[in-house]
């Protein structure tokens, strides 16, 4: 057991071998000590030729130090080898271990272990209570033990879900920080006791302004470096997009704050640019900490404290109340310019509601439109609609938390919607110039009926082009599919923003076939490095096979501009072609058709209906077993995480290996689903779950979906009704890597995802 090189894997994925300390690990630890009233306690890894304790507290000399001893001292291994608790009360007459170094070397009297498991349910080490005299050590004793094992688990996993994360999906390539899809890895995980710090440089803009764009890199690395370098062990520093930063970490509330402001003060001292050259930003922090919330509601939260935290005046920390999201309502009231949408619940307060009023008013909404322009010719081809509240003073971000919270977000992106389409009429654009309409994900259903007059205005006199995020199809495949399905048949193309941001974008562009491909700005503003180029490669693939235009966003420079031709882009939109304003279309028009033509995607009731009429193979459950393994390692390879999609007939079947194998998956792919009957909304982190009935014809079916930027393949396979062992029942089946075949079944399982997933 000791040596199994699966169980070994697990322990180095934990990235914590020959680390320091972590603050999480040692709140727990000094924690057993306290309870069991025991003197020493750790925290070990067990290799085959070694222990490793990622927590030691209360040892003597040398493993105080070296938080390390030869296996044949551990007490540990025992645990390891058993998978169970292990009691010693008295070292000296137990014959288990009585001859055992740790004894005499360590005064090793009494000791209780309990099991530390890993993502993949695999014993890692133990969490220990140790005595220097022999004690009995109570029931009780171990239950408690126990219960803080699940804790320090819960830190185990985060751990090695940073590690897999950061290695399926890289880093920023500016600061080396693991970058946005890394943090919602993270997220994803989140326990009781996770703290998120949401950091905002202050005085970045100013820098970026004065001293131009290669200034404010040479800052935003310094910023990280300092960041990263003064949370040590205690978390994982992340970059979250432009001159924000997020800190995941396991902490109580005061050590958050603790750490807020330690990062405070270390990014108050002068950045250097230049030998007689020196410049101050500063930073705001909001925290926000467990509570029973998830990552996503505490990232949310963490952001309302850092808005809190300018408004003060910056240079601080702020904690993020419970309801911090209703103070939504009062940053509509002081405004900023910047922001992302927010997530919140349900209800308003009395406070809110104003504002809400006010935010629904007609005529509220006054559309901004930036240019879009082809680079060969510098001619407009169209312009993107972006909404704004000038009386208000208000931002996007702000406005639509206030929607969300008050669960009117729908009716505000139809007014959006609407305002743009009002205005873009007013001031004469006509068919012959696209006009990009963004559309929340919760927002793509039927329109209400004040605004259905204006969809067929739309059709009629305006050339729409509807933008999403790959968060769309993450969070509601079923209701985006279908949506979009609807746009498709109106003759309006698709455009999936931000691509290159995040994998997941690159994994679900061929599950959403997008008809315009808008590359992130970050893309375009670095030179290219080998994750640059991997997502650069999939996008020219994919717009080569569906002939699919590329736009580049965020152009500002000349030089942006010669890295958006390299990279392909047909289009280019930024400050440097024009900074939204009122809409006055352009004499220089280049009518362009955007993409392939739209047409409807095919569809089917299940899998199997793809493949009934093939030549089919016959084989056994355990051989079909295999060539799903080996489907299914395809992906844990894959340089670009892909979609992953397995039908199991039952729950049941999702175990063992196999369970193992999806563990791993979900911590690595942005979107893994399995199917069976009495299959759980989440059976396995990162993994979503769909229930079937019991007369779903996919209860009969054998089907594994791997769909990524350059890889499509799928096991599409039905029972031939076989009584007997399940090893030995027989499946027809077919393996195919015809890719629009494997996206028609991927639809296919898609659109029985009605569940909508937790923002």
Excluded at 279 to 301: D, K, Q, T, Y
Excluded at 308 to 317: I, P
Aim: net charge negative; charged share 25%; with cysteine.
């Amino acid at each position: 057991m000791l040596a199994d090189p699966v169980r070994l894997a697990a322990v180095r994925a934990t990235g914590l071998l020959d680390g320091p300390p972590r603050a999480a690990l040692d709140e727990v630890v000094d924690l057993a000590r306290r309870l069991l009233r025991a003197p020493t306690a750790g925290i070990s890894l067990v290799e085959a030729h070694r222990q490793f304790f990622t927590s030691a507290l209360g040892f003597p000399e040398p493993v105080a130090s070296t938080r390390e001893t030869p296996i044949s001292w551990s007490f540990c291994a025992h645990v390891v080898e058993t998978g169970a608790a292990f009691v010693v009360d008295d070292a000296r007459l137990d014959p288990r271990v009585s001859d055992n170094p740790a004894v005499t070397g360590l005064q090793v009297e009494a000791y209780l272990g309990v099991p530390l498991r890993g993502p993949t349910g695999a014993t890692l080490g133990a969490l220990c209570a140790i005595d220097q005299r022999p004690r009995c050590w109570r029931a009780e004793d171990e239950e408690i033990l126990r219960g803080l094992a699940a804790v320090a688990s819960g830190v185990l996993v985060s751990a090695a879900v940073a590690v897999e994360a950061l290695g399926a999906a890289g880093r920023d390539p500016l600061t080396g920080l693991p970058n946005r899809a890394a943090l919602e890895g993270l997220l994803r995980h989140a326990g009781p006791g996770t703290a998120v710090l949401f950091v905002d440089l202050d005085g970045f803009k100013a820098v970026n302004d004065r001293y131009g764009y290669e200034a404010g890199d040479r800052v935003l690395r310094e910023a990280a470096r300092r960041l990263a370098e003064t949370t040590g062990g205690r978390g994982v520093v992340a970059r979250f997009g432009g001159d924000e930063l997020v800190v995941v970490a396991e902490a109580n509330e005061a050590a958050a704050r603790s750490l807020g402001e330690a990062m405070v003060a270390v990014l108050a001292e002068p950045v250097e640019l230049a030998e007689d050259l020196r410049v101050r930003i500063g930073c705001s922090v909001g925290v926000a900490s467990g509570g029973g919330r998830n990552g996503s509601a505490l990232l949310e939260a963490a952001d309302q404290g850092v808005l809190a935290a300018k408004r003060a005046g910056g240079g601080r920390v702020v904690l993020a109340e419970p309801g911090a999201l209703a103070a939504g309502a009062r940053r509509c009231r002081t405004g900023r310019g910047e922001g992302r949408t927010m997530v919140g619940g349900e209800g308003t307060t009395s406070e809110e509601r104003p504002v809400l009023e006010a935010l629904l008013a007609e005529g509220a909404v006054v559309p901004a439109y930036q240019p879009i322009v082809e680079l060969d010719t510098g001619r407009v081809v169209g312009y993107e609609a972006l909404a704004r509240w000038p009386d208000l003073g208000c931002s996007p971000a702000a406005a639509f938390a206030v929607a969300r919270e008050a669960g009117s977000l729908v009716e505000l992106d139809w007014r959006c919607r609407v305002a743009a389409a009002e205005h873009a009429v007013a001031a004469g654009l006509g068919r012959e110039t696209a006009l990009f309409v963004n559309v929340e994900p919760a927002a793509v259903g039927e329109p209400p009926p004040w605004a259905a007059r204006w969809m067929d205005d739309m059709a009629r006199r305006l050339r729409p082009v509807v933008e999403l995020t790959e968060r769309a199809l993450l969070r509601a495949p079923a209701l985006l599919l279908h949506a979009v399905e609807r746009i498709r048949s109106r003759g309006w193309p698709i455009a999936l923003d931000d691509v290159g941001a995040d994998p997941a974008s690159l994994a679900v562009l061929p599950i959403l076939r997008p008809e315009v491909v808008k590359l992130d700005l970050n893309l375009v503003r670095h030179q290219p490095d080998a994750a640059i180029v991997r997502v650069l490669a999939a996008v020219m693939a994919y717009a080569e096979a569906t002939g699919a235009v590329v736009v580049a966003e965020g152009i500002e420079t000349e030089e942006d501009e010669e890295r958006a031709r390299a990279f392909g882009a047909h289009l280019g939109q930024g400050w440097r072609f024009g900074r939204p304003g009122p809409l006055v279309p352009p004499d220089r028009l280049a009518p362009r058709r955007l993409g392939a033509a739209v047409h409807p995607v095919a569809t089917v009731a299940s899998p199997f209906d793809l493949v009934k009429d093939a030549e089919l193979r016959v084989a056994p459950a355990h051989l079909v077993l295999a060539i799903s393994r080996h489907l299914e390692q395809s992906a844990l390879v894959d340089t670009l995480p892909p979609a992953v999609l397995g039908v199991f007939q039952e729950a049941r079947r999702l175990a063992g290996v196999t369970a193992d194998t999806y563990r791993r998956l979900g911590a690595r792919s942005p979107l893994v689903v399995a199917y069976g009957v009495g299959m759980a909304p989440d059976p396995l982190p990162g993994v979503r779950g769909v229930a079937l009935d019991l007369d779903d014809p996919l209860r009969e079916e054998w089907t594994v979906a791997v769909v990524g930027p350059h890889y499509a393949a799928a096991l599409i396979g039905r029972s031939l009704g076989d009584r007997g062992p399940w090893a030995s029942r027989r499946f027809a089946y077919t393996v195919t890597h015809d890719r629009e075949r494997v996206l028609v079944c991927a639809r296919s399982l898609l659109a029985r995802l009605g569940r909508p997933l937790a923002p």
